[in-house]
């Protein structure tokens, strides 16, 4: 069993920067792809991105590339996600998520565990 816990979430003004962090517990592997979603309101939850704890990450939305990054700590047990130059539109609850068959991919149905989620509220 995997326990996910993001921290980092809070109001930020447009153009700001927030790191977010997901501390994974229980039995985590290198084979795992952590992953990164959010959703704002009234809005599907979409892919933000993701990262093998082995290495290589890939981002979803293009809205995000180039202002957010995916990095992972040196222990298997704590993935980040950098978000800088932040709109209103970045405004959502961010979750963490894990694939223990490390498909790294946007496909929600892969990731088996799912943190509780963190505010992210951008104000302009």
């Known amino acids: 069993q995997v326990q996910l816990a993001e921290s980092g979430g809070g109001l930020v003004q447009a153009g700001g920067s927030l790191r977010l962090s997901c501390a994974a517990s229980?039995?985590?592997?290198?084979?795992?792809?952590m992953g990164w979603f959010r959703q704002a309101p009234g809005k599907e939850r979409e892919f933000v991105g993701g990262i093998r704890w082995s290495g290589g990450s890939v981002y979803g939305a293009d809205s995000v590339k180039g202002r957010f990054s995916i990095s992972r700590g040196s222990a298997l047990n704590t993935v980040y996600l950098q978000m800088n130059s932040l709109k209103p539109e970045d405004t959502a609850v961010y979750y963490c998520?894990?694939?223990?068959?490390?498909?790294?991919?946007?496909?929600?149905?892969?990731?088996?565990?799912w943190g509780q989620g963190t505010q992210v509220t951008v104000s302009s």
């Open positions: 229980g039995r985590t592997f290198s084979s795992y792809v």
């Open positions: 998520a894990a694939d223990p068959l490390g498909r790294l991919g946007a496909t929600q149905a892969f990731y088996t565990y």
